[in-house]
């Protein structure tokens, strides 16, 4: 059945969300900060494993670069579309009205956790990729691998952020329902070197979610999202 792994993905952010609200409910503030603050030196290691896998190569017995170009390029214009239309804001808006339905209005962490969680789980290549092969031919494994990675990173989340975390589930079923259904509709239409830009892209977006995590100055990483598609055009 092709769409089940986008299905698999959302139960797990659920269920690693929901445990993870239990938990929190019974942890102290420091304990909450700490394991926030680990949680985001996680992220940043994975993003930075992610843009190195992509960036670097072994040529001739030495180790090289490349794609900086197209990296520096796709940042620079992707943040400068995403600031003139404000994606941040309208996210936050999104999140400010799933606080009044949920019945959160006292959770002063919602809508940050909900932005920061839906940045996290959104991004990177396995998003992406799992969802083309879901739609293409009904594999989902890996969006089944990316599902028990969300659900982990939910759960500590979520035990230092509150349940906003939990809705990070709505953006990911949206996006990769989407992708999936494209893909049953066009076929395997993105070449290897775009989805290669993607992820490489990708993870340095992963990295500034976790720089967010371990500091008090935000980077307004839903404003550089657009980034990844200037990525993929290029690859293209």
């Avoid at 494993?49 to 017995?61: E, P, W, Y």
């Avoid at 999936?180 to 989805?195: E, H, I, K, R, S």
């Avoid at 307004?220 to 990844?228: D, E, F, G, M, Q």
Wanted: glycine fraction near 14%.
């Amino acid at each position: 059945m092709r769409g089940i792994g986008t299905l698999i993905n959302v139960a797990c952010i659920l269920l690693g969300g929901i445990a993870g609200c239990i938990a929190g409910n019974r942890l102290k503030e420091n304990i909450r900060e700490t394991l926030m603050t680990m949680t985001g030196i996680g992220v940043i290691v994975l993003g930075m494993g992610g843009a190195m896998a992509k960036m670097l190569s072994i040529s001739d017995g030495n180790l090289v670069s490349g794609g900086t170009i197209m990296m520096i390029v796709s940042l620079a214009a992707g943040t400068l579309i995403g600031e003139i239309l404000q994606i941040e804001d309208k996210i936050v808006k999104f999140g400010e009205w799933l606080k009044v339905k949920s019945h959160s209005t006292g959770d002063s962490a919602f809508v940050n956790g909900f932005v920061t969680a839906s940045c996290t789980v959104c991004i990177g290549a396995m998003a992406v990729i799992g969802a083309i092969q879901d739609g293409i031919s009904g594999d989902y494994s890996v969006l089944a691998a990316k599902g028990v990675i969300d659900a982990i990173i939910i759960c500590i989340m979520a035990a230092a952020q509150g349940k906003g975390c939990i809705f990070s589930a709505i953006p990911v079923g949206i996006w990769q329902g989407t992708l999936t259904v494209a893909a049953m509709l066009a076929g395997d239409f993105l070449p290897v070197t775009a989805l290669d830009n993607l992820s490489f892209v990708g993870s340095v977006l992963i990295l500034c979610v976790g720089v967010n995590l371990v500091r008090e100055k935000q980077i307004r990483v839903a404003n550089v999202l657009p980034s990844i598609l200037i990525a993929v055009i290029w690859g293209l």
